[in-house]
Nanobody, 126 residues
Framework: QVQLVESGGGLVQTGASLSLSCVVS????????MGWFRQAPGKEREFVAV????????YYSDSVKGRSTISRDNAKNTVNLQMNNLKSEDTAVYYC???????????????????WGQGTQVTVST
């Protein structure tokens, strides 16, 4: 059984930085494309970033591009999301996702076969 556990969320002020981590257990981490999604209150879950298992390339939503960096450590089964210059609109629950296919990298949507974490809250105060 594949499990994902996020950490690193919290309450920060506008302009601050935050690093989220996600540890994956029970699967073949090195063969998963790893991504982050977020869901703000009253809004749908949206794509944030993804890093490919095969190429190592990363892709970002326009809303975080230039302010965020996704990285992975296959030795530690961990994916990280470094977010800088946080804005109030970054407030959301952030979810880690593991995709054993190429769907997430290609479409920025997670397939039904993807595995999800339970989420970690990020709150940015003004």
């Amino acid at each position: 059984q594949v499990q994902l556990v996020e950490s690193g969320g919290g309450l920060v002020q506008t302009g601050a930085s935050l690093s989220l981590s996600c540890v994956v257990s029970g699967g073949t981490f090195s063969r998963y494309s790893m991504g982050w999604f977020r869901q703000a209150p009253g809004k749908e879950r949206e794509f944030v970033a993804v890093i490919s298992w095969s190429s190592g390339r990363s892709y970002y939503s326009d809303s975080v591009k230039g302010r965020s960096t996704i990285s992975r450590d296959n030795a530690k089964n961990t994916v990280n999301l470094q977010m800088n210059n946080l804005k109030s609109e970054d407030t959301a629950v952030y979810y880690c996702v593991a995709d054993p296919t190429d769907v997430l990298v290609i479409t920025f949507n997670a397939p039904d076969s993807a595995y999800w974490g339970q989420g970690t809250q990020v709150t940015v105060s003004t």
